[in-house]
């Protein structure tokens, strides 16, 4: 097979800015803190494994979510590793061979990998999530007695640890309406206490030494760095230089951390053309040059990740100018405008994500132009398109 040195169109990953978002992390948690790096979701578009064989030095444990995550790690790391997506009966085995610590959100789960573990002679760790005031996966408080009857009869369980998860202390001080500070952290008060009385349950149950788990970035950021008590920590986003919200980074940017984001996502330019004046552009006739026009082609859409809804909205950066989409995003490629470009030539390089010159695309940016967020932006990148790490 011909090795392609130079892809046409790639996810360029640094190194140096991947190591020193976690190191920035570390520095904000209380001294013997662990981390779990969040990988799931092909590290957040990331790209999983090139992004593990550069965080395990640095990192406790990894955090995935499915059977075929857990696989795809095992190639190329054993470190520890928490599956804390559903795994089906039939992938049990599976995934209490390839090694993991699994988290339990049901009795019946809790039961199945008892009995795996049994047959593969083994005692199977796992953490067991609390649904304090998320509202998403977990057991109630109301459930955790009978669970924890449960436990007690299940021999080849190692019960070693008890979570929850915020649901929204990342934006919870925005009000609706603007960026302005406010000081409302009611709900996470709520879910903190609910999740504080689990723990007691836990240990009235007799379950001595588990480990405790609440914050995500923004959890770390928000309550890890000045009022947590817990010895693990789930880092996601910020792994990735990428800020949970808008709140926490205008509260926490340079005082506290300076993040840098580890991805761009680059191509070239395919053909440079000149359309007259009134000529519609691409499916749906959804653009009509008022002028004539010097339009350049973009080899990459949405199988690629360009999401549909940047048609006639989004930008690019060529010859470090900002250039608009034209007309619709299709599968394989969109169109720019690039009448203000008179040297640019087919291969000019193309930044969709990232920085060219002083000029920068964020996923922020993107994010807010399509009505979602930067985390959905990134893993949305196929995971088809080579990565470079520089
Ligand atoms: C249970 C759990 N822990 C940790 C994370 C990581 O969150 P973040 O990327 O905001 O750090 C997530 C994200 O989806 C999650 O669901």
Same mark, same amino acid.
């Given at each position: 097979m011909i090795k392609n040195i130079s892809p046409l169109s790639f996810v360029e990953l640094s190194r140096k800015n991947l190591i020193n978002n976690i190191k920035q992390f570390k520095s904000l948690t209380k001294i013997g803190t662990k981390f779990i790096v969040v990988i799931k979701g092909n590290a957040y578009g990331h790209g999983q494994n090139f992004m593990?064989?550069?965080?395990?030095?640095? +990192?406790?444990?990894?955090? $995935?979510?499915s059977v075929e995550e857990l696989r795809i790690l095992r190639k190329v790391s054993n470190k520890e590793a928490f599956l804390f997506g559903f795994v089906q009966k039939i992938d049990l085995l599976n995934a209490l061979s390839l090694g993991c610590i699994l988290t339990v959100f049901s009795i019946e789960q809790l039961t199945e990998i008892n009995k795996v573990a049994e047959k593969l002679k083994i005692r199977q760790e796992i953490h067991v999530s609390v649904d304090a005031y998320l509202g998403r996966e977990g057991f109630l408080l109301s459930e955790l007695p009978k669970l924890f009857q449960e436990i007690r009869k299940c021999? #080849?369980?190692k019960f070693s640890g008890i979570y929850a998860h915020f649901a929204n202390?990342?934006?919870?001080?925005? /009000?609706?309406? /603007?960026?302005?500070?406010? +000081? %409302?952290?009611?709900?996470a008060h !709520?879910? =903190? %206490?609910?999740?504080?009385?689990?723990?007691?349950?836990?240990?009235?149950?007799?379950?001595? %030494?588990?480990?405790?788990? $609440? *914050? /995500?970035t923004s959890g770390i950021l928000a309550y890890e760095k000045t009022k947590g008590i817990h010895g693990l920590v789930r880092l996601g986003i910020g792994t990735y230089g990428l800020w949970p919200s808008k709140y926490l980074k205008l509260t926490y940017k340079n005082s506290d951390l300076d993040l840098k984001p580890v991805? *761009?996502?680059?191509?070239?330019?395919?053909?440079? !053309?000149?359309?007259?004046?009134? #000529?519609? &552009?691409?499916?749906?006739?959804?653009?009509?040059?008022?002028?004539?026009?010097? &339009?350049?082609?973009?080899?990459?859409?949405y199988a690629d990740g360009v999401d549909r809804g940047?048609?006639?909205?989004?930008?690019?950066? $060529?010859?470090?100018?900002?250039?608009? &989409?034209?007309?619709?995003?299709?599968? %394989?490629?969109?169109?720019?405008?690039? /009448?203000?470009?008179?040297? &640019?030539?087919?291969?000019?390089?193309?930044? =969709?994500?990232?920085?060219?010159g002083e000029k920068k695309i964020t996923a922020e940016g993107i994010a807010a132009k399509i009505g979602t967020i930067n985390y959905e932006i990134t893993t949305r990148i196929s995971a088809l398109l080579p990565r470079v790490v520089v």
């Amino acid at each position: 097979m011909i090795k392609n040195i130079s892809p046409l169109s790639f996810v360029e990953l640094s190194r140096k800015n991947l190591i020193n978002n976690i190191k920035q992390f570390k520095s904000l948690t209380k001294i013997g803190t662990k981390f779990i790096v969040v990988i799931k979701g092909n590290a957040y578009g990331h790209g999983q494994n090139f992004m593990v064989q550069i965080l395990e030095p640095y +990192t406790d444990y990894f955090q $995935i979510d499915s059977v075929e995550e857990l696989r795809i790690l095992r190639k190329v790391s054993n470190k520890e590793a928490f599956l804390f997506g559903f795994v089906q009966k039939i992938d049990l085995l599976n995934a209490l061979s390839l090694g993991c610590i699994l988290t339990v959100f049901s009795i019946e789960q809790l039961t199945e990998i008892n009995k795996v573990a049994e047959k593969l002679k083994i005692r199977q760790e796992i953490h067991v999530s609390v649904d304090a005031y998320l509202g998403r996966e977990g057991f109630l408080l109301s459930e955790l007695p009978k669970l924890f009857q449960e436990i007690r009869k299940c021999k #080849n369980i190692k019960f070693s640890g008890i979570y929850a998860h915020f649901a929204n202390i990342e934006d919870t001080r925005l /009000s609706e309406q /603007s960026f302005e500070r406010t +000081t %409302n952290l009611t709900h996470a008060h !709520k879910q =903190i %206490n609910e999740y504080k009385r689990a723990l007691e349950l836990a240990e009235k149950f007799g379950f001595k %030494n588990l480990q405790t788990h $609440i *914050s /995500s970035t923004s959890g770390i950021l928000a309550y890890e760095k000045t009022k947590g008590i817990h010895g693990l920590v789930r880092l996601g986003i910020g792994t990735y230089g990428l800020w949970p919200s808008k709140y926490l980074k205008l509260t926490y940017k340079n005082s506290d951390l300076d993040l840098k984001p580890v991805l *761009s996502w680059k191509t070239k330019v395919a053909q440079v !053309k000149t359309l007259p004046k009134g #000529n519609t &552009i691409g499916y749906g006739l959804t653009y009509k040059t008022k002028k004539e026009t010097r &339009i350049a082609i973009i080899p990459q859409g949405y199988a690629d990740g360009v999401d549909r809804g940047l048609s006639n909205k989004g930008e690019v950066l $060529i010859r470090g100018t900002k250039c608009r &989409i034209l007309g619709r995003v299709s599968m %394989n490629m969109f169109v720019v405008d690039v /009448s203000h470009l008179p040297k &640019i030539k087919v291969e000019d390089e193309v930044v =969709i994500l990232g920085s060219q010159g002083e000029k920068k695309i964020t996923a922020e940016g993107i994010a807010a132009k399509i009505g979602t967020i930067n985390y959905e932006i990134t893993t949305r990148i196929s995971a088809l398109l080579p990565r470079v790490v520089v």
